[in-house]
């Protein structure tokens, strides 16, 4: 019999932690890049960057979280709420050079889920720091 349980990588701060849930390197799905989660505690922000070749997808799968996203090169900011409340869940796709930033508006604990078409490379991130909010 297979391995049914397998630990994934936690990185834990004070907002909260990251799990690394799939990678493209494990072999053990046809597809490339990684699902990972994320947790945010109220008022706490993540991301303020953006990724020169990595798209990104997420939602949120517990809580209230409102997005800003801003093109490189452009002032201009979009805001988009995910709410796990709503009817139906909405997911949000950030393409390269679109920086993005995430804080939990809610009350509670959010859970963020999300898809990136290439691993993160920890010695080496395609990730820049880039101030929204």
């Known amino acids: 019999m297979k391995q049914a349980m397998k ?3 936690k990185h834990s701060d004070g907002r909260g932690f990251l799990i690394e849930f799939l990678r493209e390197d494990e072999n053990v799905l046809n597809f490339k890049g990684q699902v990972y989660a994320s947790t945010m505690k109220p008022g706490d922000i993540r ?3 953006f ?4 798209t990104e997808i ?3 799968m517990k809580g ?3 997005v800003l996203l801003s093109d490189m090169g452009s002032s201009k900011v979009e805001r988009y709420i995910l709410d796990s409340e709503d009817r139906d869940i909405k997911r949000i796709m950030v393409k390269p050079k679109t920086a993005h930033c995430f804080t939990n508006i809610g009350e509670d604990l959010a859970v963020l889920l999300a898809y990136g ?3 993160h490379d920890h010695d080496t991130p395609d990730q820049f720091e880039y101030q929204i909010k």
């Open 7 to 9: 630990s994934v990588p």
């Open 47 to 49: 991301g303020n960057h």
């Open 58 to 60: 997420f939602c949120v």
């Open 64 to 66: 209230k979280l409102e």
């Open 51 to 54: 990724h020169n070749h990595k």
């Open 117 to 119: 078409d290439q691993v």
